[in-house]
């Protein structure tokens, strides 16, 4: 894979109405993760059909199923073969483990507060019946929960569903405090997965892809953003760093260019064969200094802006971290 250096500009998008800034960029930030769930809806969709032997829509469906046909479906689900399943995250881009992911998707269009006022319950359900498994009672507290509230609910179509995980998602993004700029970019390379999927049904020549919810420590390096790619029992990863800077730049560039070489040394030593992507976010920063780094690495992501003002990415940013991981996931060599 050739090294490549894209940069990116900053985008004017402020609304400005009588000399006041109304911008509600949140919403956009919260659209484009929620759509990024459709392919979680979809393969929902896929197995209903599996159940009811039909092509039927998951809405349909989901209203005329008896109660042990929606067990069926929800543990089906949560017992999916762990090839080529698609990813459910928070309002950060943080990836929920698979069966939290399912639990949540089922408890969001019929429930609202899965964690804050289900999960108690259930853990009470327990402490009654000692022999009873969690996974148990979750599948069988939802498939109760749509029998009994389903004809109230009424819409289980994609678009109704949809303005429910917006709601959701905005939620769990209230409760992050601070690394934002760290949650948007995790956020970008979630979505590039998720793209992938889309379009391929698949994850390319990896089996499965766990995008880490935090940062992770590799000896003396901090990664902020971070993927294992796994295959069978093998695991490669993918390290996103992120380095920020509010200033323009100026003559802390080469030490900081320095400082950016010798981590991804460090990384090398522990991980040779790592997909290294390098994220600077910071105002004209030298394109000299970039491409003294992408020598070490793989690409680097130039966003020319003040870090305060990153969002979720716009659609040309995002685009070209989709190819870039697109390259990794079909087994492009470095």
């Known amino acids: 894979m050739k090294r490549k250096f894209d940069q990116i500009k900053d985008q004017d998008d402020e609304l400005v ?3 006041i800034d109304i911008s509600h960029t949140r919403l956009v930030d919260l659209t484009k993760l929620a759509d990024e769930a459709k392919p ?18 998951f809405d349909i469906n989901i209203m005329d199923m008896d109660i042990e046909e929606i067990k069926r479906l929800i543990e089906s689900c949560y017992y999916a073969e762990t090839e080529n399943l698609p990813l459910l995250f928070d309002g950060a881009g943080r990836t929920y483990p698979h ?18 006022r ?18 148990t009672a979750e599948i069988d507290s939802i498939a109760n929960l749509f029998i009994k509230y389903r004809k109230h609910a009424k819409y289980f179509q994609w678009e109704s569903i949809r303005e429910v995980i917006i709601d959701r998602l905005e939620g769990s993004r209230r409760s992050i405090s601070g690394h934002l700029v760290e949650a948007n970019i995790r956020a970008a390379l979630t979505i590039a997965f998720q793209n992938y999927f889309t379009i391929n049904l698949d994850y390319g020549t990896y089996d499965e892809i766990k995008v880490n919810s935090k940062q ?6 901090t990664i902020d953003v971070s993927a294992e790619l796994i295959k069978n029992t093998k695991k490669d990863f993918l390290f996103m760093p992120v380095k920020t800077r509010e200033t323009e730049g100026g003559g802390h560039a080469h030490l900081f260019s320095r400082d950016i070489i010798a981590a991804v040394r460090d990384i090398r030593n522990i991980y040779p064969k790592a997909r290294i992507a390098l994220v600077i976010i910071a105002r004209n920063w030298s394109n ?38 697109e390259e990794v996931l079909n087994g492009s060599t470095q």
């Open 118 to 135: 289900l999960a108690p319950l259930i853990t009470k359900m327990r402490k009654t019946e000692k022999e009873l498994k969690k996974v």
């Open 216 to 221: 992770i420590q590799l000896e003396n390096n």
């Open 288 to 325: 000299n200094e970039i491409r003294s780094i992408l020598n070490e690495l793989d690409m680097v992501f130039h966003f020319d802006m003040n870090p305060n003002k990153l969002n979720i990415l716009d659609e040309d940013a995002q685009k070209k971290i989709n190819i870039y991981v």
């Open 40 to 57: 979680f809806f979809d393969w929902i969709e896929r197995r209903a059909m599996n159940i009811k032997k039909n092509s039927k829509t």
């Open 99 to 116: 069966k939290k992911a399912c639990y949540y998707f089922f408890c969001w269009i019929i429930r609202d507060a899965p964690q804050q």
């Open 17 to 19: 109405v009588h000399k």
